[in-house]
Nanobody, 124 residues
């Protein structure tokens, strides 16, 4: 059974940093694509950083490019999202999701397995 458990959210001041973690179980290493997504109230869920199964390359959405970094520890089956230079508009519920898809995509509709989400609030 596939399970994803996020941790690391919280309250941070503008300009600060947070690191989110996502512990993955039920997939063997390198057998899945994985990504971080966020949802702001009243808006659609947005893919912000993903790692493709096929080549392990990261993809970033325009809103986080240069500020966020996704990384994967295969030994621990854990994926991280390092978030730097946080802005108030980054406030959202952040989710990790995984799927065994071959397609290189960060579109939420293609991911079948989701974590429960963790709240990130950027405010002074």
């Amino acid at each position: 059974q596939v399970q994803l458990v996020e941790s690391g959210g919280g309250l941070v001041q503008p300009g600060g940093s947070l690191r989110l973690s996502c512990q993955v179980s039920g997939f063997t290493k390198d057998s899945y694509a994985i990504g971080w997504f966020r949802q702001i109230p009243g808006q659609e869920r947005e893919g912000i950083a993903c790692i493709a199964r096929r080549d392990g390359k990261p993809y970033y959405g325009d809103s986080v490019q240069g500020r966020f970094t996704i990384s994967k520890d295969n030994a621990e089956n854990t994926v991280y999202l390092q978030m730097n230079s946080l802005k108030p508009e980054d406030t959202a519920v952040y989710y990790c999701a995984a799927d065994n898809l071959q397609l290189q995509t960060c579109a939420p509709a293609f991911y079948d397995h989701w974590g429960q989400g963790t709240q990130v609030t950027v405010s002074s």
